[in-house]
């Protein structure tokens, strides 16, 4: 018998001959714009928290006072004996916000699309997908045995096309897209997506992963910053980012919610999130009900970081949103770049292929509402610095 092993590292080392191994860095702390990581004190320009609320005192607190309250664990899944009153509270609160009827609550971003996208999608339907959805959209369409299609990203012409190639094909049709595309940070145009949709008789599911807090009025997201409140059939988001805490969800009607809630696996067969960690959501989205200072100073330190790296010659892609790419070309400069930026007390992640296509490997900075001027101002000397050592800006 061959070592199991033996099998395994034949691949690592496959991945590590093509430059392709994750080197994961520890947080040695929370995660806030003066991070620890692996020893040195950086800039965090690499984590999804916009708003700064992970290590938000209201949500803290929020989580503390629920772990004394109902413990550390739920003791269920949802469907048995792991719903407390918290988890429906936060559907509440979360409908009320994104403008729906209902909401159900998933583990995970990831588990809402795995889960629920199966299930939407079956033998006799059709799913279309932006060609650059997120790998949580790609795995929920492999689980099924509905029809596939791709759609050249963001292209209303090629969606056209797909929907007039197979109309009347399928029983449900279905335009899934991210909202904010993770690495340009560029915004889905999904006002024209659904009006396709609607000509076509399909449904509209959206993932806002990156729009949640940081687009439309106090943080709603893209649904709410294009005004299409009640023609997203499916406004799936998760709370691991712009909300700081764990957790996806779908948003829409009280059918698709109880639809979802007794068809989805990932839902059905995995224990509910614990009550500190639900309490911390509720309390991300009753902070933003009351309050939009910090969605207001993520776009404001966007504008400032964005219009600065300009400034200073480096290109910034196609993004539109506080994902910010600086456009480096090769993957090894892309590399280098980050290397030497970490060195400089600098935490941005290299993007190369084949996670982007070749050729347009970058280094992604994201801002965040905690950052202050002096730490932007910090990186930025940095990333200029860098840019100039490595003949990327003179
Ligand atoms: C991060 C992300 C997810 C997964 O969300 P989690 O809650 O972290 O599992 C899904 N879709 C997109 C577009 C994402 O960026």
Redesign the pocket.
Known sequence: MVALDSILAAEVNSLREKDLLWNIKQLQGPSVPRSKVDGKDVVMLCS?NYLGLSDHPALKEAAIEAVKKYGAGSGSVRAIAGTMDLHIRLEEVIAKFKKTEDCIYYQ????A?SGAIPQLGVEGDLLISDELN?G??IDGVRLTKAGRAIFKHKNMDDLKRVLEENKGKAKKTWVIT?GVF?MDGDIAPLGEISKLAQEYGAYVYV?D??GDGVLGDHGRGITDHFHLHGKIEADMG????GFGV???YIAGSKTLKEFLLNKSRTYLLTGSHPPATVAACIAAIELLEKDDTLVKKVWENTKYFKGELKEKGFNTGESETPITPIMLGESAVAKKFSQELFAEGVFALPIVFPMVAQGKARIRTMMTAAHTKEDLDFALGKIEKVGQKLGVVK
């Open positions: 999804n995970s971003g990831f588990t699309n997120h949580s959209i991210d993770s993932d992963a990156h998760t709370f691991s980012k764990a957790g996806g």
